[in-house]
């Protein structure tokens, strides 16, 4: 008896010993690669859920994901070099100062934004010379305020005071504070905004202006040297989109994490907004691309003759379609 308990005993250590072997030649196997985001809203969640939840480890990448505070630091960032992969709509202007960049996916073609004012400012129109609060220049938010002054007929550097107050959290704080009078946020932050007795003068979307919003951007030198890593981390990146819509528990978990939020309000308002706006096929849009062009044109005369082409590479979500990648997603996370 004792005899055959110590045969066990020693099976079992053995293989025990070969599972820390295997765990540590996969640990090993695995390329570290860090991959920014520019907010803590929603739009981000595919890469916080791909991290959490082990996807991009099924394609070979320990991903680190790093928090850059707004898109002109995040693109900043991605021009230099690291991260080398980024969560990010805003690749025109840098690619027309003459930084590399190239958008590989999109996940957004309206901006989640809503207008939110303080209580005295009732209408739209009241905007004119007040102060709009943006995560920053060059950001999402930017580029929402520059839709709403012109559905204003307003010249978004004169009429309005355009103040640079960081994410959605401290404008808040910053409306709160007195500093700003209205302020342009996710979806995330309704919920907050409402509770503070702020009034809701309009919602992005529904001025129909077809955007470049946020999505997966690299620099075209990392994609000629690392082609391999940036294919496998938008596998992971569009995993994380499908396991979001099969799995609202574990995503709200995962949301609430990198969003530093337990709001109850605020994670399922996060969840709604992206179900619904968030494409299971992330192409860019073309339209949105050269709407950037536009607005950029008064400021850089060479996006007069720049084409939205320039500034995309649909080449990887391309092969994933011939490759059958999407079907596998549709059986592995069907629809509800």
């Not at 916080?48 to 960032?77: C, H, N, S, T």
């Not at 994380?240 to 609430?256: A, C, D, L, S």
């Not at 996006?303 to 994933?320: G, R």
């Amino acid at each position: 008896m004792w005899k055959n308990r110590s045969k066990l005993i020693a099976m079992a250590a053995v293989i025990g010993l070969q599972s820390l072997l295997v765990s540590g030649a996969m640990a090993q196997d695995l390329k570290r690669v860090r991959f920014g985001y520019p907010s803590l809203g929603f739009r981000q969640g595919h890469i916080w859920v791909a991290k959490d939840e082990g996807l991009f480890k099924k394609y070979g990448l320990d991903v680190e994901p790093i928090f850059l505070r707004g898109g002109q630091l995040a693109i900043q960032a991605l021009a230099g070099g690291d991260p080398p992969l980024m969560s990010i709509g805003q690749v025109v202007q840098a690619g027309l100062a003459g930084f590399d960049l190239a958008l590989i996916a999109g996940v957004e073609t309206y901006y989640d934004s809503t207008v939110f004012a303080r209580p005295d400012i009732t209408r739209l129109e009241q905007l004119k010379g007040r102060r709009l609060g943006i995560s920053g220049y060059g950001a999402a938010t930017h580029f929402a305020a520059i839709i709403v002054a012109q559905h204003l007929k307003l010249d978004p550097d004169k009429d309005i005071v355009l103040v640079p107050a960081g994410p959605d959290a401290e404008r808040i704080a910053a409306m709160s504070a007195g500093k700003i009078d209205a302020a342009i946020f996710n979806s995330s932050t309704i919920p907050i905004a409402k509770r503070m007795g702020l009034i809701e003068l309009v919602k992005i979307p529904d001025l129909k202006v077809e955007v470049q919003g946020n999505g997966m951007a690299t620099t075209r030198s990392y994609i000629k040297s690392n082609r391999d890593v940036v294919k496998s981390a938008l596998k992971g990146y569009i995993e994380g989109i499908h396991f979001i819509f099969g799995n609202k528990k574990e995503t709200q978990r995962v949301f609430g994490k990198y969003m530093r939020t337990s709001d109850a309000d605020v994670l399922e308002s996060s969840y709604q907004a992206y179900i619904t706006t968030t494409p299971k096929k992330p192409y860019p849009t073309l339209k949105g691309l050269q709407f950037l062009l536009d607005r950029l044109a008064p400021q850089m005369p060479q996006a007069k003759t720049a084409k939205p082409e320039q500034f995309v590479d649909m080449s990887f979500l391309q092969e994933l379609e011939k490759e059958g990648f999407f079907n596998e997603m549709a059986k592995r996370y069907p629809a509800k």
